[in-house]
């Protein structure tokens, strides 16, 4: 199974700063990484998918890069509604695994 | 608008079963492969079983192989996961979520239904 690895485990930035997510994985999962914004009590919203693309609806300050096994989520000014957890996932090989997440809070 | 609504979830004992259901609506079901994840009380994200678009090709984690199948209905548009010999590691919310078109990413989840294994 790839573990997924992300860091940091929490991010406190303040309104308008630029956060910088990282994930890493066991192995190369070329592109097949997506990133995933979660609030508490709601299910999980698709970000990026293919470790680069946005999904449908998503704002332009958010952004993935990387492949293989080193990739970033940045968000470049963070609005309130972006304080969550983030999750990366990688569907190269079943089982499709997720990591642990970040927490970005407010500083 | 496009929607997937879980129903099922609910308290049981040790070593019984439970069946979720997750009705879909506002896109073509049957086009798309669909997911089970759950995430365990203040824990993280685990996909739990897939099935292929037709219902002909099924995967799912080590941790619930031989104790949960899922399967789908196309003519009704649902999806179902059938969860056997439970134990109060699956206490968790379960999502049922479909597969996008352009690969295995998770477009459209649930609101998610909760499984809580006690005695």
């Known amino acids: 199974e790839i573990v997924l690895t992300q860091s940091p485990a929490t991010l406190s930035v303040s309104p308008g700063e630029r956060a910088i997510l990282s994930c890493r994985a066991s192995?190369?999962?070329?592109?097949?990484l997506a990133w995933y914004q979660q609030k508490p009590g709601q299910a999980p919203r698709l970000l990026i998918h293919?470790?680069?693309i946005r999904a449908t609806g998503i704002p332009a300050r958010f952004s993935g890069s990387g492949s293989g096994t080193e990739f970033t989520l940045t968000i470049s000014s963070l609005q309130s509604e972006d304080f969550a957890v983030y999750h990366c996932?990688?569907?190269?090989?079943?089982?499709?695994?997720f990591g642990p997440g970040t927490k970005v809070d407010i500083k | 608008q496009e929607q997937l609504v879980e129903s099922g979830g609910g308290v049981v004992q040790p070593g019984g079963s439970l069946r979720l259901s997750c009705a879909a609506s506002g896109f073509p079901f049957s086009d798309h492969a669909m997911h089970w994840v759950r995430q365990a009380p203040h824990k993280g994200l685990e996909c739990v079983a897939v099935?292929?678009?037709?219902?002909?090709?099924?995967h799912y984690a080590d941790s619930v192989k031989g104790r949960f199948t899922v399967s789908r209905n196309n003519s009704v548009n649902t999806l179902f996961l059938m969860m056997n010999s439970l134990t109060s590691d699956d206490t968790a919310v379960y999502y049922c979520?479909?597969?996008?078109?352009?690969?295995?990413?998770?477009?459209?989840w649930g609101q998610g239904t909760l499984v809580t294994v006690s005695s």
């Open positions: 996932q990688q569907s190269d090989k079943w089982p499709f695994t």
């Open positions: 192995q190369t999962v070329g592109s097949d």
């Open positions: 979520a479909k597969e996008a078109s352009y690969g295995p990413s998770f477009v459209l």
């Open positions: 293919h470790a680069f």
């Open positions: 099935v292929s678009d037709h219902g002909s090709d099924k």
